[in-house]
């Protein structure tokens, strides 16, 4: 992943928080201005500060780097709750993710 892919993949995840940049950024321990400079590509954070941001998101390191998912956190949180289910509503879920995908 190149340092803009990972500028706008930090963007939109911690808009899917709803949380700013400066807020993100002082709740993780930086300075105001920390997340802002990643996303805009001035700065780049080190391994354990990535680790922190993805703590911070709710989200494992592999779930940042997956593209094709726009909001891992909750996704997390549906298999989470999918995991309990019974066969039958499990079909059910199914069935509404698909007929939700199509709209």
Do not use: W
Not at 12 to 25: E, F, I, T, W, Y
Not at 56 to 84: C, Q, R, W
């Amino acid at each position: 992943m190149e340092q803009k892919e990972f500028s706008r993949r930090l963007s939109q995840l911690r808009l899917n928080k709803g949380v700013s940049a400066r807020d993100m950024s002082l709740s993780i321990g930086q300075s105001p201005s920390y997340i802002n400079n990643i996303e805009t590509g001035v700065s780049f954070p080190s391994m354990s500060v990535f680790f922190y941001i993805c703590e911070y998101l709710d989200i494992t390191p592999m779930e940042f780097f997956d593209l094709d998912s726009n909001n891992p956190s909750k996704e997390s949180k549906l298999l989470s709750v999918a995991k309990g289910l019974s066969t039958e509503d499990l079909e059910h879920l199914i069935a509404i993710a698909k007929r939700l995908k199509k709209q």
